[in-house]
């Protein structure tokens, strides 16, 4: 799936939002729940694995969400 370069961004990027979390993710939480919340977190971590230039496709489940 991912290279050894792509893991390291990926890794740096949930360990920047796991020591400083997004203000929206608290929003998220209260609002439409913790799971929820816990989606949009692995959304963001990916996105800022993307623009540090991890070459991460677009999965399948993502997708399908929309379609229904």
């Known amino acids: 799936m991912t290279g050894k370069k792509a893991k390291a961004k990926l890794q740096s990027a949930f360990h920047e ?3 400083n ?3 929206i ?5 209260k609002k439409e729940g913790a799971a929820a ?3 949009q ?4 971590g990916l996105n800022k694995a993307r623009e540090a230039g ?3 496709p677009k999965g ?5 969400r929309t379609m229904a």
Do not use: H, Q, Y
């Open 60 to 64: 399948p489940s993502n997708r399908l």
């Open 54 to 56: 991890a070459r991460i």
């Open 37 to 39: 919340a816990n989606r």
């Open 25 to 29: 993710l608290a929003k998220t939480r």
């Open 41 to 44: 977190r692995v959304a963001i």
């Open 21 to 23: 979390p997004p203000k």
């Open 17 to 19: 939002m796991k020591e």
